[in-house]
């Protein structure tokens, strides 16, 4: 009688991204320290492709980040904190400049700034502190298809603890596919300040600039939804990221209950090596469904007096605030139009080389804040905004991004919302800006902050 073959043996399985990367960390905490300095090491495995928002959402714990740069076909989503550097503005970006003049180019923070650092939080955005830069201790990275998946080591400090810094990166889960990004309805709407408040403002700055030497200054708006449900803020992201294509993406949360989420159209500049990216974007129109109609708005913006006097004053500012750090620098000659799905602005891009020697850091204080936010003189709209908006802006046109040794992105965070989750269910403030300058007309820049969060508010059915 024939023998039946035995049944075949199944491979063992492959060992998870997480199981992996864990191991690895492991074998080199115990192989310990590699000679007496200070030093940042990244250990990285192979990952298998995932979404990383869910990802993002799957982990146990805060903080989190979460960023892609626009039109950029990278994502980088990070937990945990290897390293973090934070507090008064100016310390912090010192300490942080000290910690990249010796880091390996692959390693960066994630973080950002106050609108204005100069004034104290608002209890709603104590958490994230007038500077907070972060270096995840667990870092998720995808491009192009493929993924991976590192933890950061500071020396000497992690080797101290080994069995904690373990302890994070065994935390670390696959995404839970079953998770639902259905969002709740809001249930009642609060504009700070509303319409009349708004158009009074408006008009003082107007007799302001009619009066001083003021030639602008940036009025925005907070716009809160409340809800008796808690507000995901992962699922959020989800839906108002993949409604707007053409922006940068980002997510920080600092600590659990409390996350930054934003869409914004406008790099404040991008540095890799000595070449350097920044663009002006101020003015702005509606989109329309009627083809007749969205050129009739385009053809508005574009030969509009007030909207290129607007613009030209970002155009001034870049090019004055640049220009010692460059060795060439090349800006557009003419406004053309930045088209995104539910709006459009006035934009000129900027191309320079960077002099040798240039940090990052040192850009970032020269160009934060631009008039596109903030105005014109930067003092005198400063002044005005803190006399005249009630609530605090936060990270709200802040700059955000990260920042390496020799490279670095950041993008104003503007289209952007605050979610706060509550015992009673959450919250959701969302901040809008627009510039006023001569000429400006109070109702019409009512309607157009209103248009500027309606990415936010085409997420819920019944927001408005």
Known sequence: MARLAPPPVAAPARATAPARLADAVAARLARGLNGDKDYIERVEVEAETTDALRWLAAQPHA??????????????AGIGTADRVGGAAAPALEALQSRLDALDPSVRYIGGLRFDPTEAAASEWEAFASARFVLPRVQLTVSNGQATLAAHLVWPRDAHRPEEVLAEIRAVRQPAWTRSDALPLPIARTDAPGETGWQRNVRHVLDAIADSSLEKAVLARRTTLDFDAPLDPFALARHLFETTPSCS??????RPGVTFVGASPERLFRRDGHRLWSEAVAGTRPRSGLASDDAALRDELLQSEKDQREHAAVRDYLRAVLAPFCASLDLDAEASEMRLTRGRHLYSGLRARLRPGTRSLDLLRALHPTPAVGGTPTDDALQLIRDLEPFDRGWYAGPIGWVGRDAAEFAVGIRS?????????????????????RGSDPAAEWAEIEGKVSPFFHLFDGAR
């Open 417 to 437: 919302g605050l979610v706060e989750q509550r015992e009673d269910g959450a919250r959701l403030s969302l901040y809008s800006g627009a510039g006023i300058v």
């Open 63 to 76: 903080p989190t980040c979460y960023w892609q740069g626009r039109r950029e076909h990278t994502i980088v």
């Open 249 to 254: 993406h980002f997510i920080v949360q600092p």
